[in-house]
């Protein structure tokens, strides 16, 4: 099964590929190009947290199995709350790479 051209409207998508079977394509400067993927690897829009146009396309090769998890802001308590690291996994070797937002901010700066 594939899906045809989209973008993300979620706040955030986070999706784990089957490495093995391909299929999800970016469009890029007006060319579809293959997204690879690596073994348990997550991806994530580019750090950037912005969906681009792709699609995924039906393949012959046999099953592919795939993880999307959508996130979105459904009212306006939840865009209110801050979002984060979780602190509980941070330590001196392990510091924040990103700083806490909530998603308000989120939309005015990015």
């Known amino acids: 099964m594939g ?3 989209h973008t993300d409207g979620d706040f955030l998508t986070v999706l784990l ?4 079977i391909g299929g999800l394509q970016v469009l890029h400067q007006n060319r579809w190009i293959d997204v690879r993927s690596i073994a348990g690897a997550l991806l994530m829009s580019n750090d950037k947290l912005k969906s681009v146009e792709h699609r995924v396309l039906a393949n ?5 199995v795939s993880v999307a998890c959508f996130f ?3 009212d306006l ?3 209110l ?3 984060g690291p979780i602190k509980g996994l941070l330590t001196e070797d392990n510091p924040p790479k990103y700083r806490e937002t ?3 901010l989120f939309l005015t700066t990015t």
Do not use: C
Not at 17 to 20: F, G, I, N, P, V
Not at 60 to 64: A, I, N, Q, S, T
């Open 3 to 5: 899906i045809s051209k």
């Open 17 to 20: 590929l089957d490495h093995r």
């Open 60 to 64: 012959r090769e046999g099953p592919r």
């Open 72 to 74: 979105r802001i459904d």
């Open 77 to 79: 308590q939840s865009s």
């Open 81 to 83: 709350k801050t979002y």
């Open 102 to 104: 909530t998603f308000n």
